[in-house]
């Protein structure tokens, strides 16, 4: 796979997560991460495996949180300290806003599968306020 190629497979997998979470799905927000996958919710906490980060996302949804949009998204190459661009994997920031809160993306690494398909290997996020 091109490096072009993991691109969109990773710009379909941030617009997956987006189309669950605006249709209030918890488990398809929750389809889009690997089995395996930490996720940092800053200030909520670290949530391990797709279960868990399965009830964060319920949470929020159930507290009436919805429309997410995301805007100054960067698709970023990082050294290797922390995650590099190859033909496998790549890593989103960006700002995002929702119904009744703001913040931004530090650090969304998002990797290819075998069938080809892009999961968030980790996500690192913040809320910075509400609206």
């Avoid at 996302?57 to 698709?75: A, L, N, P």
């Avoid at 050294?79 to 119904?99: H, I, P, Q």
């Avoid at 290819?112 to 809320?127: H, M, T």
Wanted: charged share 20%.
């Amino acid at each position: 796979m091109t490096q072009e190629q993991t691109l969109l497979a990773c710009k379909a997998g941030i617009a997956a997560w987006q189309a669950a979470f605006n249709n209030q799905d918890a488990a398809g927000c929750a389809a889009q991460y690997e089995e395996d996958s930490v996720m940092h919710a800053r200030p909520f906490g670290t949530f391990i495996g797709r279960e868990a980060i399965q009830t964060f996302w319920q949470g929020i949804i159930d507290q009436g949180f919805s429309d997410v949009d995301y805007t100054d998204i960067e698709w970023v190459t990082m050294n290797d300290d922390s995650c590099v661009l190859t033909d496998d994997s790549c890593v989103l920031t960006a700002k995002w806003t929702m119904n009744k809160a703001f913040g931004v993306v530090h650090h969304e690494q998002w990797r290819i599968q075998a069938d080809g398909s892009a999961l968030l290997a980790a996500d690192d996020f913040e809320v910075k306020g509400e609206r």
